[in-house]
């Protein structure tokens, strides 16, 4: 099991884009680890969201971390532009990229992190041989494209495989991989994910888009959380 507190991510997908920096101000100040940004292109995925200039933005209003989520066709194009925008890390995909490694050793090359995606047809194996190159995986625990999609239950024993995997590869390593889940993840199924081993979450709907408010929302968000990892502890 991972050593560290489980982080929460806000995914920007669901936040309104009108007050884009003060949602993103409040989600930091509410106890936010890292901002999730999706990137998709109208083809990897069948929708289109937002480019580095957004990246760009956002730089100037939080400290935390920017991982861009590339859910588009060739990210080793568009790698340098968001690097430039402010961008600190890259999650690509495993799917559709027949020189991952390559694509990872440029995410490297410019001084960012970098992690692998994989899709919910996806096994956990396809993870094996890149395992030793990356600070995170990430398991899809949607289809992507869409935020406000339900959890697939289906995932559960993937996220299981990936974090012992990761622990097997990396057992003397003082970093631990970061073992992220992205889709449907709110009060319900965080807490089944971090008993999974997932110690990263992303999450846009519940959020960004919670009645209550983002600080509420971070708060319950992250009580699950600790709640489910301490369990996992005993
Ligand atoms: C989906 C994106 C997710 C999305 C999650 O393709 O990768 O990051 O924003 O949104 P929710 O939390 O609403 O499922
Ligand atoms: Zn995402």
Redesign the pocket.
């Known amino acids: 099991m991972p050593q560290g507190a489980i982080k929460i991510a806000p995914?920007?997908?669901?936040a309104d884009f009108a007050r884009l920096g003060e949602q993103v101000v409040e989600a930091e100040q509410n106890g936010a680890d890292r901002i999730?940004v999706?990137v998709?292109d109208g083809h990897f995925?069948p929708?289109i969201s937002l480019g580095a200039v957004v990246v760009e933005g956002l730089r100037k209003v939080t400290r935390l971390q920017l991982e861009v989520?590339m859910?588009i066709t060739n990210p080793d194009l568009f790698l340098e532009e968001f690097c430039e925008a402010g961008s600190d890390s890259f999650l690509v995909h495993w799917e559709g990229n027949a020189n991952l490694h390559r694509t990872v050793q440029r995410i490297k090359a410019l001084g960012k992190g970098a992690g692998v995606v994989i899709n919910p047809a996806t096994t956990a194996a396809m993870l094996e041989e890149i395992l030793p190159d990356v600070d995170k995986v990430l398991v899809?625990?949607?289809?992507?494209?869409?935020?406000?999609?339900h959890?697939l239950s289906s995932t559960l024993a993937k996220i299981r495989r990936v974090r012992q995997s990761s622990e097997q590869i990396k057992p003397e390593c003082d970093l631990e991989v970061d073992g992220e889940v992205?889709?449907?993840?709110?009060e319900e199924t965080a807490p089944l994910a971090v008993t999974a081993g997932a110690n990263v979450l992303?999450?846009?709907?519940?959020?960004f888009?919670e009645e209550q408010g983002v600080a509420a929302a971070m708060k319950r968000l992250r009580t699950v959380a600790n709640n489910a990892w301490n369990e996992t502890q005993r």
């Not at 899809?140 to 999609?149: A, E, K, L, R």
């Not at 992303?202 to 959020?207: D, F, N």
């Open positions: 995914s920007i997908l669901a999730h999706d998709m995925v929708n989520h859910m899809m625990t949607v289809n992507p494209g869409f935020g406000h999609q959890f992205d889709g449907g993840i709110d992303v999450a846009g709907t519940s959020v888009a």
